[in-house]
């Protein structure tokens, strides 16, 4: 891999779960240690750490002998993969494709780019750029920096999605458009579907009380019409087949998840409910926590109780990443503003006793 400045072509589309950090680096050439985290805490993340590395080899573009060469001061760049909230000391995250890039303000297609791609487990989390590029290119004259003397590095990591355990041979040759002499749905958007109507019973109180009672309508034609509802799309529908005949659930993407959680929720399937919670704790983020609470406060379940939990633990770092959208948050959920409130009081008051604690003790010391 070519050291320095490259002409490069726009990486491809990732194709696993990615996750991005993004550095601004005030005044690159007086750089101190910078961290910047990315991703969510139940599941493997990364920090991306720029500092500078001190005096370093270099060599003129027309040679690569040591006569040639001097020593200047160079900046260095490292990207770790972070294990699970609450994992064990030993861990392994394989396959995961690594990118570094420093792209040029005065160039749009020059850029200093790095790529891996390994397993990283406790004993090797790390890659970097080690330099990765002299403190002296740092300029806004050269375009590496802006016009705010501001160098920008982006660190991106693209992880292993998990095998879908639906993708099996039963779902590969099940076809829910076929007619069955069970239950049909209908949804605003063709085909009908069909269902058996023994697995609804079975697995759902809400569909038991429905096919089981002749005073609903359903009971006496094992037709359910969802037609008007704006939750019962076909995708979501299909989720929860899927979910009555194998107890699995995929969270492909958190608002399509939440989004089938309020069906779920609507319809009494608390075991349904449970299992996307169980899901989307694997997604939460100080990116998103508060998004996810806006839908889930108040409800209860266990994705509500780890996002409060985290609320409390994050207080600070949350609420500056959701800096912009705390006017909406007052507007639309003022229970859940009323409790980030307070848990910030809480927090403030914390740190003050605290702060009584040290200096009573170093009183007692000097006395």
């Known amino acids: 891999m070519e050291e320095g400045p490259e002409k490069t072509k726009d990486a491809p589309a990732p194709r696993q779960r990615e996750e ?22 139940c599941s493997f993340s990364i920090c991306l750490k720029v500092w500078p590395m001190g005096k370093h080899r270099s060599y003129s573009e027309a040679s690569s002998s040591e006569e040639s060469s001097q020593w200047e001061d160079c900046l260095a760049v490292a990207v770790q993969v972070l294990p699970p909230r609450n994992s064990c000391s030993k861990w392994v995250c394989p396959d995961v494709e690594v990118e570094l890039e420093v792209r040029n303000f005065k160039d749009e297609a020059l850029r200093v780019r790095r790529l891996w791609k390994k397993t990283f487990c406790d004993k090797s989390s790390s890659v970097g750029a080690r330099p990765l590029l002299p403190s002296r290119h740092l300029t806004i004259e050269e375009g590496w920096c802006n016009a705010e003397d501001e160098l920008f590095v982006t660190a991106r990591a693209r992880f292993q999605a998990p095998a879908d355990p639906l993708d099996t041979m039963l779902f590969r040759k099940l076809d829910f458009a076929q007619q069955s002499p069970q239950v049909v749905f209908k949804l605003c958007e063709e085909p009908l579907l069909y269902f058996d109507k023994r697995i609804l019973v079975a697995r759902s109180e809400y569909f038991r009380t429905m096919f089981e009672s002749q005073s609903w309508l359903e009971g006496q034609t094992n037709e359910v019409d969802l037609s008007k509802d704006r939750l019962a799309d076909r995708r979501t529908i299909l989720a929860m087949f899927r979910y009555l005949m194998s107890n699995t659930f995929s969270a492909e993407d958190s608002t399509w998840a939440l989004s089938v959680r309020q069906f779920a929720d609507r319809y009494g399937m608390a075991d349904f409910v449970e299992r996307i919670d169980t899901e989307l704790m694997q997604l939460v983020s100080r990116d998103n926590l508060l998004i996810f609470l806006g839908h889930v406060y108040g409800k209860g379940g266990r994705l509500e109780s780890f996002c409060l939990d985290m609320l409390k633990e994050k207080t600070h770092s949350v609420l500056d990443r959701h800096r912009g959208k705390l006017d909406e948050l007052l507007q639309e959920k003022p229970e859940l503003a009323k409790t ?3 848990q910030l009081m809480q927090r403030d008051k914390e740190s003050r006793k605290r702060s009584r604690s040290r200096r009573r003790s170093r009183g007692s010391r000097r006395h």
């Open 20 to 41: 991005c950090a993004e550095a601004v680096i005030q005044h690159p050439r007086k750089c101190r240690f910078f961290r910047e985290p990315a991703g969510p805490w």
């Open 340 to 342: 980030v409130i307070l």
